[in-house]
């Protein structure tokens, strides 16, 4: 009798459930290939005809004024966001520090999260030691933890000060830009009004150190090279990622600013911000040295967020961009896809 029963419910149930998980599978898969094969296309395209952002947009190095001194520098807000970063707080700090750029035209703004009161005063001292070398830079703290990342983004852009800014740059706390990140960076939303953000891509300094960061290193040189390469160049748009990026402070104040909704507060930021018209660049010629996770657990987390994350922003945004008149249809389908490639990534 109970064999007879699994035998229906296998029949009527199971089976038909997993043909149509198959098929779904099979969807997704499609829906991989073809975009694939159009972001090879399109890196294919930039390779051949040299399609660099300097010739698509203009690009004018700084030089100070004769007249006006530095005063033709904009005013840069470099942000750091850190929690309990003990062995990476002093090279990026150090390295924001460094960055060239006329100091009274730069503010870096440390967004200490730290709930170690031994990390905590190690930051301090790190921020004072650079204002004593003329650097204004403001160690900035809160008494609680809310919207985590974002909370702190959204905490350190109410500071009067940063109203004084133009554009921000933000890494994490273990990135270490090159002195003159500004220098290539900046220029392309000096002589591009429309654009909102530049984006440098990363480099891995411990890429080689086992297995798992090597892996790690060809999957996001891949997002890199054709996924955000592909973006910038047909589109103007790509996700933003958290990091290594200049974003224009009146785009950013036109999309609302930080919300802490979603674990991916940086592509929630970029799709509110494409849909009110603006353009994003990427650079692949500026790299930004970073760490890998080389340890499982740092690897599982990170990965959670970065699959959670968009499907949920999909769902919460879903209707905002149908309601958008303008770029309804591309924000669609392109948060479709990258939701469905996600999900596909997932299940496998």
Same mark, same amino acid.
């Not at 006329?102 to 990390?119: A, G, M």
């Not at 500071?159 to 830009?177: E, G, L, M, N, R």
């Given at each position: 009798?109970?064999?007879?029963?699994?035998?229906?419910?296998?029949? +009527?149930?199971?089976?038909?459930?997993?043909?149509?998980?198959?098929?779904?599978?099979?969807?997704?898969?499609?829906?991989?290939?073809?975009?694939?094969?159009?972001?090879?296309?399109?890196?294919?395209?930039?390779?051949?005809?040299?399609?660099?952002?300097?010739?698509?947009?203009?690009?004018?190095?700084?030089?100070?004024?004769?007249?006006?001194?530095?005063?033709?520098?904009?005013?840069?807000?470099?942000?750091?966001?850190?929690?309990?970063?003990?062995?990476?707080?002093?090279?990026?700090?150090?390295?924001?520090?460094?960055?060239?750029?006329?100091?009274?035209?730069?503010?870096?703004?440390?967004?200490?999260?730290?709930?170690?009161?031994?990390?905590?005063?190690?930051?301090?001292?790190?921020?004072?030691?650079?204002?004593?070398?003329?650097?204004?830079?403001?160690?900035?703290?809160?008494?609680?933890?809310?919207?985590?990342?974002?909370?702190?983004?959204?905490?350190?852009?109410?500071?009067?000060?940063?109203?004084?800014?133009?554009?921000?740059?933000?890494?994490?706390?273990?990135?270490?830009?090159?002195?003159?990140?500004?220098?290539?960076?900046?220029?392309?939303?000096?002589?591009?009004?429309?654009?909102?953000?530049?984006?440098?891509?990363?480099?891995?300094?411990?890429?080689?150190?086992?297995?798992?960061?090597?892996?790690?290193?060809?999957?996001?040189?891949?997002?890199?090279?054709?996924?955000?390469?592909?973006?910038?160049?047909?589109?103007?748009?790509?996700?933003?990622?958290?990091?290594?990026?200049?974003?224009?402070?009146?785009?950013?104040?036109?999309?609302?600013?930080?919300?802490?909704?979603?674990?991916?507060?940086?592509?929630?930021?970029?799709?509110?911000?494409? +849909?009110?018209?603006?353009?994003?660049?990427?650079?692949?010629?500026?790299?930004?040295?970073?760490?890998?996770?080389?340890?499982?657990?740092?690897?599982?987390?990170?990965?959670?967020?970065?699959?959670?994350?968009?499907?949920?922003?999909?769902?919460?945004?879903?209707?905002?961009?149908?309601?958008?008149?303008?770029?309804?249809?591309?924000?669609?389908?392109?948060?479709?896809?990258?939701?469905?490639?996600?999900?596909?990534?997932?299940?496998?």
């Amino acid at each position: 009798m109970k064999t007879m029963w699994w035998r229906d419910m296998r029949s +009527l149930l199971i089976v038909p459930m997993f043909k149509c998980l198959v098929a779904i599978c099979l969807v997704i898969s499609l829906l991989v290939f073809v975009e694939s094969l159009y972001m090879n296309i399109v890196v294919i395209y930039v390779k051949l005809c040299k399609r660099k952002p300097e010739k698509i947009y203009k690009w004018e190095a700084m030089q100070e004024d004769l007249e006006l001194g530095n005063q033709n520098f904009p005013m840069v807000l470099v942000q750091i966001p850190m929690y309990n970063e003990r062995e990476v707080f002093q090279l990026s700090i150090g390295a924001a520090c460094r960055l060239i750029w006329p100091l009274d035209r730069l503010i870096v703004q440390v967004l200490d999260d730290s709930t170690d009161p031994t990390i905590m005063e190690m930051v301090s001292i790190e921020c004072g030691k650079w204002a004593t070398k003329g650097i204004n830079i403001k160690c900035e703290r809160r008494d609680n933890r809310n919207g985590y990342k974002a909370g702190a983004l959204k905490q350190g852009m109410r500071h009067s000060y940063v109203k004084t800014c133009t554009y921000i740059a933000i890494f994490d706390a273990d990135f270490q830009p090159e002195p003159d990140y500004l220098e290539r960076t900046v220029p392309f939303l000096i002589h591009n009004p429309e654009l909102a953000l530049v984006q440098a891509r990363w480099k891995f300094v411990n890429a080689k150190k086992c297995l798992m960061t090597r892996m790690q290193e060809m999957s996001l040189n891949y997002h890199f090279t054709a996924e955000q390469e592909s973006g910038s160049t047909r589109h103007a748009f790509f996700g933003f990622n958290g990091t290594a990026g200049v974003w224009r402070l009146a785009a950013m104040e036109e999309a609302g600013g930080w919300k802490d909704r979603t674990t991916v507060e940086d592509m929630d930021l970029a799709v509110r911000v494409g +849909l009110h018209g603006w353009k994003f660049v990427f650079v692949n010629d500026v790299s930004v040295k970073s760490e890998l996770p080389s340890q499982f657990k740092a690897f599982r987390f990170q990965q959670h967020r970065w699959s959670c994350g968009p499907a949920n922003l999909f769902r919460k945004m879903t209707m905002e961009i149908i309601r958008n008149k303008t770029h309804q249809l591309f924000f669609f389908v392109h948060y479709e896809k990258q939701t469905s490639i996600v999900m596909h990534a997932n299940l496998i």
